[in-house]
């Protein structure tokens, strides 16, 4: 089974920028749905990025729209998430997600977490103001 191992998270000021990368044990193959989701404390896990590998199709959650940038590497076995302008309502953990897909229209930033398949440990990013 694949297994997906999260770095880049730390602690930044609101305004700031971190990379997130997501290393996969498999390459990516073409369709695979792939995407970022975070857990604030408190807070339910909510999806932040979706991407369809091959396909450049990306989705984004209303909230971090045209702040965020998610993409894989050239190799096809790592996916990032740029985060820019970042705010302190940005905080919480970051996890990389394999999900299920049964097209590309249903690789979306809304999919209910509760069906991902794996999951990466996670890495924390903290915003401070």
């Known amino acids: 089974q694949v297994q997906l191992v999260e770095s880049g998270g730390g602690s930044v000021q609101a305004g700031g920028s971190l990379r997130l990368s997501c290393e996969s044990t498999?390459?990516?193959?073409?369709?695979?749905?792939m995407g970022w989701f975070r857990q604030a404390p408190g807070k339910e896990r909510e999806g932040v990025a979706t991407?369809?590998?091959?396909?450049?199709?990306?989705t984004y959650a209303a909230s971090i729209k045209g702040r965020f940038t998610v993409f894989e590497g050239t190799q096809k076995d790592t996916l990032y998430l740029r985060m820019e302008s970042l705010r302190p309502d940005d905080t919480g953990v970051y996890y990389c997600a394999a999900m299920r897909a049964r097209s590309r229209a249903s690789c979306r930033a809304d999919y209910d977490w509760r069906q991902v398949d794996t999951w990466g440990q996670g890495t924390q990013v903290t915003v401070s103001s």
């Open positions: 498999q390459y990516f193959a073409n369709g695979d749905c």
């Open positions: 991407f369809v590998s091959g396909s450049g199709y990306t």
